[in-house]
């Protein structure tokens, strides 16, 4: 009859111990990480199925082929056009105290500020080679309530707004956003 407990027990505390595992990295890092700000583009406020949901671009989402590793480039090559490379961007603190794109590599670097992210190879590669390339950090998301994202959708169609992230080891977590 223990035993009989001791499994229900077991059965049960498996997917609870999992949602606790999945929620440690993101709580882990809003709590310890470094706050950091990032310029993005006009964005828009609003989704229809999910309701006051802003989506944002950033500007550190364009990266130039000077600002690619050697490693990258060599990985690029290689890959197939619409593939997928996962980066570590480091970034660097402008003077106006905005973080900006230092280089891009494909090993995590032992110091600094850097971002885990997913380069995208362009389709167009084998025509002609690209001006910028499009990563992706998983930061485009933002829920605000009604009337915020109304004020947000006002002001920033033609000024960029600042998000404040915090970051730690690579892991990035969006906690504002700042309208100017």
């Keep these: 009859m223990k035993n009989n407990l001791f499994m ?4 049960f505390s498996i997917p609870v111990l999992l949602l606790i ?5 993101p709580t882990w890092t809003s709590l310890t990480g470094e706050e950091i700000r990032l310029k993005t583009e006009p964005i828009d406020p609003t989704d229809l199925f999910r309701g006051s949901y802003v989506t944002l671009y950033y500007e550190i989402e364009q990266v130039t082929p ?3 590793s ?12 619409g593939d997928i490379l996962p980066v570590f961007v480091q970034l660097e603190k402008g003077s106006d105290d905005i973080y900006n794109v230092q280089k891009v590599t494909n090993k995590k670097p032992s110091s600094g500020v850097y971002l885990k992210g997913t380069l995208n190879i362009p ?3 084998q025509v002609t080679p690209p001006e910028s390339f499009h990563i992706q950090y998983n930061l485009d998301n933002y829920y605000a309530p009604k009337k915020d994202a109304q004020e947000i959708e006002a002001v920033t169609s033609t000024k960029p707004a600042l998000a404040v992230v915090k970051v730690k ?12």
């Excluded at 595992?21 to 990295?25: F, N, S, T």
Aim: aromatic share 2%; no cysteine; glycine share 6%.
């Design 8 to 11: 229900r027990i077991l059965v």
């Design 21 to 25: 595992g999945l929620a440690i990295p």
């Design 66 to 68: 000077e600002q690619l």
């Design 70 to 81: 050697d490693s990258v480039v060599k990985e690029i090559k290689r890959k197939s056009e």
């Design 123 to 125: 389709y167009e590669m």
């Design 169 to 180: 080891n690579g892991r990035a977590i969006l906690m504002d956003i700042i309208v100017p």
